[in-house]
């Protein structure tokens, strides 16, 4: 069984505070997919999702387009993964992807589509949807325990 939370964000900066407020109930072994069109806001979504696990303000997050993954400290370590440059599962394996899915940290995972189907059984699945220049419908679907009861928490707010 899955929840889901629909909420439409109406700039960039609270397109971050709600990543802030799902940030601040994360516990360690989360993990989150984003997916939406180049340029909806997964990158803004972290940004506020690191601020939310107390990364440290002098950390810049940025996507990680060429890195792969970012590693920032915080209450949990955030692993933030772009899949944009990634060909196939076999490159996973060669950045270490497997050992921080399956560690303590937060791991927020941009251009998941790339995943093959049904590679994650517990996850937040996140879409972002473009509907102007300021608006994003972005969808929330909880998948597992922890993420149904991060949506829980979520609507209260």
């Known amino acids: 069984m899955s929840s889901q939370l629909q909420i439409t964000t109406y700039s960039l900066e609270e397109t ?6 799902t940030g601040k109930h994360l ?8 997916t939406g069109d180049l340029g909806s806001g997964k990158t803004s979504f972290v940004q506020g999702l690191a601020k939310g696990l107390d990364v440290p303000e002098n950390y810049y997050i940025t996507s990680p387009t060429y890195t792969i993954i970012n590693e920032y400290p915080g209450r949990c370590i955030l692993f933030h993964v772009d899949l944009y440059r990634i060909g196939d599962s076999a490159d996973l ?3 270490g992807f497997y050992e921080i899915l ?6 927020a995972i941009e251009w998941a589509n790339k995943l093959p189907e049904d590679f994650l059984s517990e996850h937040l699945a996140i879409h972002i949807k473009i509907l102007d220049d300021e608006t994003r419908e972005i969808r929330m679907t909880g998948y597992g325990l922890k993420a149904n009861k991060l949506i829980k928490k979520l609507k209260l707010f």
């Open 93 to 95: 394996e060669d950045i």
């Open 102 to 107: 399956h560690g303590n940290g937060v791991v």
């Open 27 to 34: 516990e360690g072994g989360t993990v989150i997919t984003l």
């Open 16 to 21: 971050q505070l709600l990543g802030e407020k």
